[in-house]
Every structure is written in C-alpha cells, then in structure tokens.
C-alpha cells in the first residue's frame, strides 16, 4: 500500500509526534504472512525534505493466544488518534482566539513534555525532536 499526496501540516512519529514531514513524503506499508498466525507488517517512510535518506521499521503483528488479530485503528477503545486530533485542533483554536486578545505565543503540541515523540539522533535534517519532544 502506498501512500502520497500528504500535507506539510502533520508529524511523523507516535501519535503525531515527531518532525513535520513535506508534502513530498511517501508512505509504502507491507503485510506478509511468515506464518498461520503471524503477519509481517513493514513501513518505509521516504521524505527527501525532512531525512537524510529513507528508512524502514518491521514488525510481527501476532493474535493473543486464543485471539483474532484487530487492526490497529479499530479495536475497541483506541482513541489515541481521535483524541490526538482533537487536541490539535483546540489548541489551533486556542491561537486564534490568543491572537485576537493580542497575546501571540508560539503553537504549543499537545504532548510536550510527556516524554514522547522525540526523534532518533540525526534522523530529522535540522536537528532535534520536532514539535512535543521530550528531554530522552
């Protein structure tokens, strides 16, 4: 699966987490069964504008014993990226309303200081975690 024609508008990383990406990036996932109850699950992530050069995660995805394997996004419960969202959009709403009563500030993530989405050294051009990283 494939996947293009992205805004420059989100991050890459844990629940959004991470350096922005551009518009230029390309997603390409792959799932292949290695055995009756295990699927391989791979991300290539290619962005010329934001890393050096593209990389690859890989991971089992394996049933609990007994269990059916569920997607990611649809079991019952995971609203992480739902709430993610949510919380971008409120503190977008945030800013404009702070603009209005001419208070600027930057744009706050909704995780910072949570101690998630920092990037791996040097896998971000520019250096350093992007929005929301914490002090790993």
């Known amino acids: 699966m494939e996947t293009t024609n992205l805004t420059d508008q989100t991050a890459f990383g844990v629940n959004g987490n991470g350096p922005r990406h551009s518009t230029q990036m390309k997603v390409t996932e792959r799932f ?3 055995a009756d109850d295990i699927l391989q699950y791979q ?5 010329p504008l934001t890393y050096e050069r593209p990389f690859t995660v890989s ?3 394996t ?3 007994g269990g059916n394997l569920l997607p990611y996004d649809c079991h019952p ?3 992480a990226l739902l709430q993610s969202l949510g919380a971008e959009r409120l503190e977008d709403r945030r ?4 603009r209005a009563r ?5 744009r706050r993530g909704v995780q910072e200081g949570a101690g998630v989405g920092a990037a791996l050294p040097g896998a971000a051009r520019g250096g350093g975690g992007g929005r929301g990283a914490g002090p790993n």
């Open 32 to 34: 292949r069964r290695v």
């Open 43 to 47: 991300i290539t992530v290619d962005d």
């Open 59 to 61: 991971m089992p995805l």
């Open 63 to 65: 049933p609990l014993e």
């Open 77 to 79: 419960g995971n609203y």
């Open 95 to 98: 800013l404009v309303e702070d």
């Open 102 to 106: 001419g208070i600027i500030r930057p």
